[in-house]
């Protein structure tokens, strides 16, 4: 679900991962670049999103897995 909210708001996306900072720097990117390219660099912050959202679910795994006593 994650993935879809990127698609329309990835500041708020990439708050829900856990990197509030981030976040914040993206936010205060995002609105101008949207302004001023008319859209053009949407893109480019929906596939930030999607990298940090997927980044954080391996992240998750590999603690889960660690947990388990599984490392690779």
Excluded at 20 to 27: A, D, K, M, T
Excluded at 49 to 57: D, K, N, P, T, V
Aim: hydrophobic share 50%; net charge positive.
């Amino acid at each position: 679900m994650n993935y879809v909210l990127a698609l329309f708001l990835p500041p708020l996306s990439i708050l829900l991962t856990g990197r509030p900072i981030l976040s914040i720097i993206v936010f205060l990117i995002w609105i101008p670049a949207i302004v001023f390219s008319g859209g053009l660099t949407h893109p480019m912050f929906i596939a930030l999103a999607w990298i940090l959202i997927y980044q954080s679910g391996e992240e998750s795994r590999t603690r889960r897995l660690e947990r388990n006593g599984r490392s690779h």
